[in-house]
């Protein structure tokens, strides 16, 4: 959105370039339709500065490209005052028609503006849709500055962080896992080593105990065939000589 002043403004009035407060309905294409259809259809609009009081309150009314006031949701009229010499914050609700539900609502779309210096009676500020190859680089200094905006967990209240923030959080949170996991593993692995040793040190079988076993029973086994033979031969001897 882009403002101008008036080319008849006699005042020191002087403004900030407006900006949309409302968010599109990224999941909601209705939505997003209406927003758009709303802004094109509703601009240009004019600020129209009204009279100021002794106190330098001064009024001030929007009106459509028809001449006719611009309401709010609620149908009325979108105005109010400033304090002039001051630096006032505006914020404009326009009204229009939410089509997503049946019969259509009324809903708004918020401007937001500031208006400072001394506007005198009938100075005016045109507010539109800014216009292709504009110089103005707003959209992109608003895209540089998400990076250390709060945008991240300011749901509910909270105090919310940066994108940058968060991915360094998100960084650490993911290291800190990585890690526990790695030792998790170590200390598994260390835990089924001494499991597995003391199962085979009740049922395990060890194939050099076994072979030397083996031998140990063949030599058992040649001496007692030894013993068994000289018994023969004495048992033979002592029948032959009867």
């Known amino acids: 959105m882009t403002a101008t002043a008036g080319a008849s403004n006699a005042g020191t009035g002087s403004f900030t370039q407006p900006v949309l407060n409302t968010k599109s309905d990224i999941y909601s294409s209705t939505r997003t339709a209406d927003l758009r259809n709303a802004l094109k259809d509703s601009t240009p609009m004019k600020l129209v500065m009204g009279a100021v009081s002794s106190t330098g309150v001064q009024s001030y ?141 009740v049922s395990g079988v060890s194939l050099d105990e076994e072979a030397s076993n083996l031998i140990k029973y063949q030599q058992y086994y040649t001496a007692s065939s030894q013993i068994i033979k000289a018994a023969q031969t004495i048992f033979s001897t002592l029948i032959n000589s009867l």
């Open 61 to 201: 009314s929007l009106i459509n490209a028809s001449g006719g006031a611009v309401l709010d949701q609620n149908g009325n009229a979108v105005g109010g005052s400033i304090i002039q010499g001051q630096t006032n914050t505006l914020k404009l609700n326009v009204g229009y028609t939410d089509t997503t539900t049946t019969p259509g609502s009324k809903t708004a779309f918020q401007l937001e503006m500031t208006i400072s210096g001394s506007p005198v009676v009938n100075d005016t500020f045109s507010v539109g849709i800014t216009g292709s190859g504009s110089s103005d680089n707003r959209n992109a200094l608003a895209v540089v500055g998400l990076q250390t905006a709060k945008t991240v967990g300011v749901a509910n209240g909270g105090a919310g962080t940066s994108l940058s923030g968060s991915y360094s959080d998100l960084v650490s949170v993911v290291g800190t896992l990585a890690s526990q996991g790695k030792n998790d593993v170590t200390a598994t692995a260390a835990v089924v080593g001494q499991a597995k040793a003391s199962r085979d040190s």
